[in-house]
């Protein structure tokens, strides 16, 4: 993962994580699996994976904007979807 990750718990060698640290190793991983789905939906728009060719002001900042919106536009539907 890119950026600045969540503290989590390692094992030591040989030895075993107690209980506590495994249910915050668990909270952690939940909160991180979630912003990687958002990521890779995100990423479903190509325009924020492929490398932008138009060297206009702004342009890659609103290609991701729109990116983000279309993303959250799918999840919107889907979860009404779910609910007939």
């Known amino acids: 993962m890119r950026g600045r990750n969540l503290p989590a718990e390692k094992k030591p060698p ?3 994580l107690t209980p506590a640290e495994k249910r ?3 909270k952690f991983a ?3 699996v979630r912003g990687e789905h958002a990521i890779s939906g995100i990423k479903r728009a190509r325009v924020a994976k ?3 060719r138009n060297t ?5 900042d609103l290609a991701m904007v729109i ?3 279309l ?3 799918r999840i919107q539907i889907r ?3 779910l609910r007939l």
């Open 56 to 60: 206009k002001d702004g342009f890659s």
């Open 50 to 52: 492929d490398v932008l």
């Open 24 to 26: 915050t190793n668990r």
């Open 71 to 73: 993303h959250n536009l």
């Open 14 to 16: 040989k030895g075993e």
């Open 67 to 69: 990116a983000c919106g």
């Open 79 to 81: 979860k009404r979807a």
């Open 30 to 32: 939940r909160i991180r």
